[in-house]
């Protein structure tokens, strides 16, 4: 099957994707409305907030002790606070930074939409340090699910099992199967369009894919010369009316926050449900603490600072989802009598095997005009090189999607290469011009690669993040073949010339998921070993990556063990 | 509206709109939603004061970002200045490097560094040099790399430098009619996507030029 004779496109039609509006999955959304009704909730005019439900939000007092308080409301913190919710457990999630409203505080604009990143101060160090801030980190309600590009593929099955077939990386103590319903849910609730998709675990996603922009039709044209096979998608981004989230209107700035609703966060897919089921979200306050009692052993609670002051909030079950720098970091940041070097950290555990994906932009001068900015950056992909292909001298792979930088993030690309003064001006009017690919190279975990704390402190007093990286020679491999790929595809597209800038792209691990305490610092259940009523539901738990966004992944974990939370505790 | 006036309709830097003639962002600021207008609009403002950068800092960092960006005509970007707002909100991109201090001492420890240069080669302060000096001890600069310069990694002030330079310089409207790019596009939205494909208001690329086959 020829993918690019089924798919949306070569050449876009908008109003093809117009046209599905009227023959969206209804059923599937039915079924997502009985269990998750945020976007039914969201305002179903031109604002995007319902104020209404935030001004009636319940308001737990700090003496209160709730079932579960959850640090950060990004995708692992927010999904879990929904699930718990529903189940009918008193929910507080605080995080650090506001609880947005699109309409007000986010713009179409590149520059304008720093205010979106974590930018406290963190040091970046080791042979190869990464950049953080917008490459990474999200601060407030909707995590960096608020700037990612809305990329939502699965792993695959082998990710789970990478250390036992191919002997790198690390095996985890669950199976893709223990994941693939939830899989399946979060894939309606966000909901993702894209293709059939042939890769891993073959399976369809609930919205059909997106039309395609000059972007995504240089990628089928060049993959399709190729032999390289590739699909539409898969994106969190509706395509069609989905509660009263509308359909996209294709304005390519879906890494700014996405002031349509299109674009799924756990902002608009989780958020609404979760207070609508009597969830308190908790904005603008810093949680600087975890109290363990020393005679039990067990959580008590979290400490926090807003508007200058510090207030307890106490629970039953304490669940951690700063991601994979700031969850390390409080945890090292919670030191005591019985965990003198950080709380779970008695074999020295935390913040280590942190993992960032190579990401190479491979750009191609055109002769055409392919004015990449005007489609969703996110829009075609392909795993074909995703697993381990036993005639290279590397294990694991890659994945290519396209990215479609906006004048800043390919001003950046363009110095990369040494352009400065009247060159850089060149190159950057000549922007309509050039067509933008992405890699996603699977790096492997390294015990060296960690979160530790430096002695620089930031206005809380605390001590900053200090995140070492250095890629391994598996990692140096992976980076040449996407390249190479990626300069094959858009030549053969009939680019005259490529260039690409290596960067690095999301975070995962520093706190991971194995099947004892001398590996890991959480269970399969993400109830760390220490602690029996300390959960961490974030990205940090993950003890491999695969060369997917990893987005779904956290979330559908983190649904997982809410689920087994909300059993454990009912069975006891 | 604010495009109508003649002196601002398709401005670009420099004065000189080579490539897509008579295209100009600006006009379609009343099809932008009003928070984003403000956030563009404000930066044709009148740039405040210097507050971050020192008499003779200002003279160095005003002289190295001319090189960088390639703007020697009016009208210009104020980049200095955008810089200098960045540097004193403490603004970072919510990192630095381990053996670099935070954002603002860098450019300082920066600039001063470069007008060290300036005196042991050219037997002048960096603002006294010729432009062509000037290049001479930039170039000099990216030349170094990954090795020691003053105590710091060349690549990484360069990354700095440019970093900082870019960010102000590309989000500029004026830029943006230099570049052919359609900015911001809510609640409107695109409606031609695709290759060769323009929105109404869009101009073609009347001066297509491979940059990576011309050298100047």
Known sequence: ?572 | MVSDGPALAGTTPGGQPVRFPGFDVLAQVDHWDPVTAGVVLARLSLPSPLRFFTVAEEGIAGALLDHLLDQYEDPRVPVLQMIDVRLTEKQTDGWHYADLPEDGQAWRDSLRAIDDDARSRFDASFTECTGEQQKTLIQAVQDTEGKPWHGMRADRIWSLWTRYACTAFYAHPWAWNEIGFSGPAYPRGYKNPGIDAREPYEVRDHLPIDPTRETS
């Open chain 1, 1 to 572: 099957m020829n993918p690019a004779e089924t798919g949306p496109g070569p050449l876009s039609r908008v109003t093809g994707g117009l046209r599905s509006l009227f023959d969206a999955h209804d059923g599937a959304a039915d079924r997502v409305r009985g269990r998750n009704e945020s976007a039914w909730l969201l305002p179903n005019g031109q604002g995007r907030t319902n104020h209404r439900l935030r001004e009636d939000m319940h308001r737990y007092s700090p003496d209160d002790v709730v079932d579960a308080v959850i640090v950060g409301c990004g995708a692992g913190g927010a999904t879990a606070a929904q699930r718990l919710a529903r189940a009918g457990w008193s929910v507080v999630a605080i995080d650090a930074g506001p609880f947005w409203d699109p309409d007000q505080d986010w713009v179409s604009d590149e520059a304008g939409s720093h205010h979106l990143y974590w930018t406290e101060p963190r040091v970046i160090d080791g042979e190869n340090p990464v950049p953080l801030g917008s490459n990474n980190s999200g601060r407030g309600v909707g995590g960096s699910m608020v700037h990612y590009a809305g990329y939502a593929p699965r792993f695959h099955p082998s990710d789970f099992h990478t250390h036992s077939v191919d002997g790198v990386g690390a095996d985890w103590p669950i199976d893709y199967d223990d994941l693939r319903p939830f899989y399946e849910a979060i894939e309606g609730e966000l909901p993702v369009a894209g293709q059939d998709w042939p890769w891993g675990d073959p399976h369809r996603y609930p919205h059909r894919a997106h039309p395609v922009g000059g972007n995504g039709e240089v990628f089928q044209r060049g993959a399709l010369a190729q032999g390289i096979d590739f699909r539409v998608g898969p994106v969190a981004i509706t395509n069609g009316r989905f509660g009263n989230r509308p359909h996209c209107i294709y304005r390519g700035f879906c890494l700014q926050g996405c002031k349509v609703n299109a674009k799924a966060s756990p902002l608009i897919t989780h958020v609404p449900d979760a207070l609508a089921h009597g969830a308190e979200i908790r904005a603008d306050a810093m949680v600087v603490g975890i109290d363990v009692d020393e005679r039990t052993g067990r959580a008590t609670g979290v400490r926090y600072l807003r508007g200058g002051r510090e207030y307890r909030q106490r629970a039953g079950h304490v669940l951690l989802a700063g991601y994979s720098i700031e969850t390390p970091r409080l945890l090292l940041n919670s030191a005591s009598k019985r965990f003198p070097e950080g709380l779970c950290n008695d074999f020295d555990l935390v913040g280590r095997y942190l993992m960032v994906q190579g990401a190479p932009q491979t750009a191609g001068r055109f002769t055409q005009e392919i004015r990449m900015y005007k489609a969703p950056p996110p829009e075609v992909s392909s795993e074909q090189f995703y697993e381990t292909d036993p005639t290279k001298p590397y294990k694991r792979g890659f994945s290519i999607q396209t990215v479609s930088p906006l004048p800043i993030t390919w001003a950046e690309h363009v110095a990369g290469q040494g352009h400065w003064g009247e060159d850089l001006r060149r190159y950057m009017r000549d922007y309509v011009h050039w067509s933008v690919l992405g890699a996603l190279c699977e790096f492997l975990p390294q015990a060296r690669n960690r979160v530790t704390l430096a002695e620089e402190k930031d206005r809380y007093g605390l001590p900053v993040a200090h995140f070492s990286y250095s890629q391994c020679e598996n990692d140096k491999h992976l980076l040449k073949a996407a390249q190479q790929v990626m300069e094959g595809i858009l030549t053969a597209a009939g680019a005259s010339e490529t260039i690409t800038f290596t960067r690095n792209a999301h975070l995962v691990g520093g706190a991971r998921m194995a099947t004892d305490e001398h590996s890991g610092v959480v269970g399969a259940d993400c109830r760390t070993f220490a602690v029996p009523n300390l959960l961490i539901v974030d990205g940090s738990v993950l003890p491999t990556q695969g060369s997917a966004n990893p987005a779904l992944t956290i979330m559908a974990n983190s649904a997982r063990a809410a689920e087994r939370l909300v059993h454990t505790a009912a069975s006891r």
